[in-house]
């Protein structure tokens, strides 16, 4: 796309939101690196705010050096629950305060990746007539994103299941915006892992809960340890709430179940991977590229920074996720053979070790997966979506 001149001579101003998981927040941080190339590349002063909960990802925003400002929000949960009376109030607590924030502030548009945190902000922005966008990550739209799409510009999309939901002339299938980092990076599989101190020869399957961790897959990979942990590695991403429990029990696995604790040195359990740049360290782009196999929830993306990977996956959605959105992501990802679906009603470490076993022994089975995984991909998301974005501010 050409931007050839700003319309109005002034600094844009953009508001991200969204907020309740990594799932909601780390696409907004993609999209906004990718927006400041364009600006800085154009000459374009830019400033881009972040309005949402205080919640974990936080401080992973203000690394981006973006301004944060915070508001009270409140779930909406379906089954009876006292939290919901008080999240009631929450919300209107935060509705408040977002009205101060984007009335003196004023953006030029509102960036939207849907969530909870973002209802108070794109209530005032159709109050505001603030040109509104949402990012859709999932097959199946949340409240927030689905309500609010029928107000917004343009409505991007990641799973071609989603446009049923939205109006098709301003909808765009994108594809699920991912950090630049997480890509375009070429390693040596073997140096990494000897880098690592990790086996050159072992498989390696990593599990990841998702940005929180889940409780059933860390229960899973504990039960599966005594029988897989002799033919395989294992990279475990427990959560950081889980993680000093689930170091526990696998000691107490190794010890009294297992009989020893040598094969304590091929598995490795930490609370979260993180984006870092040194080839040295356990980080989750490292980890994405030297994993044989990939065990994980179904969130959006988890979803598309596998496929970006090429990596081979077996996914075992959220059951009780909203509008059971984590279980039609995961088919709709597997329909061209990048994944296995295993659901949670149907597994048991048995049925899961026998499963493992027949996917990281089959090679053809493995190379066909990965295969499927980059030819789903669509790695131009975040490019398509910031440009779309500051089109906004152009003329031709």
């Given at each position: 796309m050409n931007f050839p001149f700003l319309k109005q001579n002034k600094k844009v101003r953009i508001v991200l939101t969204g907020g309740g998981s990594g799932g909601h927040t780390f696409p907004l941080i993609a999209v906004s690196r990718e927006i400041k190339k364009i600006s800085e590349a154009k000459n374009i002063p830019i400033e881009i705010i972040y309005i949402g909960p205080d919640d974990f990802v936080v401080p992973y925003v203000l690394k981006?050096?973006?301004?944060?400002?915070?508001?009270?929000?409140?779930?909406f949960r379906r089954s009876f629950s006292l939290e919901n009376f008080f999240d009631f109030f929450r919300v209107i607590a935060g509705i408040i305060q977002t009205f101060f924030y984007l009335f003196t502030i004023m953006p030029d548009l509102i960036f939207s990746k849907g969530g909870y945190g973002s209802l108070p902000i794109m209530v005032w922005g159709i109050i505001f007539f603030i040109p509104a966008y949402i990012h859709e990550s999932d097959a199946v739209p949340g409240l927030v994103n689905h309500f609010f799409g029928r107000f917004c510009k343009k409505i991007f999309i990641?799973?071609?299941?989603?446009?049923?939901?939205?109006?098709?002339?301003?909808?765009?299938?994108?594809?699920?915006?991912?950090?630049?980092?997480?890509?375009?990076?070429?390693i040596d599989k073997l140096s990494v892992k000897k880098s690592l101190g990790l086996s050159e020869e072992r498989t390696l399957i990593t599990f990841i809960g998702g940005s929180q961790g889940a409780s059933n897959i860390n229960d899973l990979v504990l039960d599966i340890l005594p029988k897989i942990i002799d033919k395989a590695e294992i990279i475990h991403q427990t959560g950081e709430k889980n993680y000093q429990i689930v170091v526990n029990e696998a000691d107490i696995v190794f010890r009294e179940i297992i009989g020893s604790e040598e094969g304590k040195k091929y598995y490795h359990p930490f609370a979260f991977l993180r984006e870092e740049e040194a080839l040295n360290i356990f980080s989750l782009r490292n980890v994405y590229l030297i994993s044989d196999l990939i065990v994980a929830r179904a969130g959006s993306g988890l979803i598309f920074e596998i496929a970006l990977s090429g990596k081979p996956a077996i996914l075992i959605p959220l059951p009780?996720?909203?509008?059971?959105?984590?279980?039609?992501?995961?088919?709709?990802?597997?329909?061209?053979?990048?994944?296995?679906?295993?659901?949670?009603?149907?597994?048991?470490p048995?049925?899961?070790?026998?499963?493992?076993?027949?996917?990281?022994?089959?090679?053809?089975?493995?190379?066909?997966?990965?295969?499927?995984?980059l030819n789903f991909a669509l790695p131009n998301a975040t490019k398509e979506i910031a440009e779309n974005l500051m089109q906004s501010f152009f003329v031709n």
């Open positions: 981006e050096g973006i301004m944060v400002k915070k508001i009270l929000t409140g779930k990641s799973f071609e299941y989603s446009k049923r939901f939205f109006p098709s002339k301003k909808t765009i299938l994108t594809g699920n915006p991912v950090r630049e980092n997480l890509l375009n990076y070429k009780w996720a909203t509008r059971d959105h984590q279980r039609i992501n995961a088919y709709e990802y597997a329909k061209n053979g990048a994944a296995i679906v295993v659901e949670e009603k149907n597994l048991s048995n049925i899961f070790n026998d499963l493992l076993n027949r996917v990281i022994n089959d090679k053809e089975k493995l190379d066909s997966m990965s295969k499927a995984a």
